[in-house]
């Protein structure tokens, strides 16, 4: 399997300075040593202009927390996955359960977004996962088959990644526990497979949920997890570092 994929979703969080500040400093410790891991953030809109020039150049990428389905046109407030592009985005996160329970966004919306992406040449991290009712209900691994069924595009997006990420574990410091997430991601690796054969053995499977420095080893030794995505933990360069560490 290729490296491990460190990816920080920055969500509505940060001010050019810091921002700026925050890309710099990672991008010029992974340039002075560190981790064989691939670096991503994600930070917000606002953001990726002047976060996207801080990277240049470096071995950190720059990715995007939302995209539109359609290429243009009337959508005020909306931002098409090809504008992502010409910022000099390489990912974009696509089903957050922000977006999903904060804004109401269906799986068949989600699909549409993931296809926009890959269309524009960008690769989509489609997260899905289920929330604490359906987890204590035993139903975690029904919903992520439907979401997943409802969410992916019809043939396998260049570069796909997809995000486990328990609704209950997001900012909460709880965590699944290795177990958990073997089951989760081998369940998904299945239905990857079978959906797309060949290709799906080869998409990117993230762990997502209160990964810090402390859990992130054995979260990211277990099967199947070929990297993270962090929330709260990615705007602290330290602490995102010592991911990255523990990954490798
Ligand atoms: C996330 O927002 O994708 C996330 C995993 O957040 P946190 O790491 O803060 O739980």
Redesign the pocket.
């Known amino acids: 399997m290729s490296r491990k994929l460190i990816a920080g ?1 920055w ?1 509505m969080n940060g001010l050019r300075a810091q921002g700026e500040a925050l890309a710099r400093g990672l991008a010029e410790r992974a340039a002075a040593s560190g981790p064989d891991v691939e670096w991503l953030v994600c930070p917000p809109f606002t953001l990726l202009a002047p976060v996207g020039e801080a990277l240049e150049g470096t071995s950190v990428a720059l990715g995007a927390q939302d995209c539109h389905p359609q290429g243009q046109g009337a959508y005020t407030g909306d931002i098409a996955a090809d504008m992502l592009r010409d910022l000099g985005c390489a990912y974009v996160i696509v089903g ?1 359960s ?1 977006r999903r329970h904060g804004h109401g966004e269906r799986s068949e919306l989600v699909r549409g977004k993931a296809e926009a992406a890959a269309r524009a040449g960008l690769k989509p991290i489609v997260c899905v996962g289920e929330c604490e009712r359906q987890r204590v209900a035993g139903k975690t691994l029904a919903v992520l088959e439907e979401q997943l069924a409802d969410s992916l595009p019809d043939a396998c997006p260049e570069g796909l990644v997809v995000a486990y ?1 328990p609704v209950w ?3 909460t410091g709880k965590t699944a526990t290795p177990a958990d997430v073997e089951q989760a991601h081998g369940h998904i690796r299945g239905l990857l497979a079978h959906r797309y054969g060949e290709a799906g053995r080869g998409v990117r499977l993230l762990y ?4 810090k420095p402390g859990n992130a080893g054995e979260l990211l030794r277990t099967p199947d997890v070929d990297g993270a ?5 990615s705007l602290k360069l330290d602490d995102f570092w010592g991911i990255g560490e523990a990954a490798a």
């Open positions: 979703n969500k957050h922000e990420e574990a997001i900012g997502g949920g209160s990964v995505l962090v929330g709260g933990a």
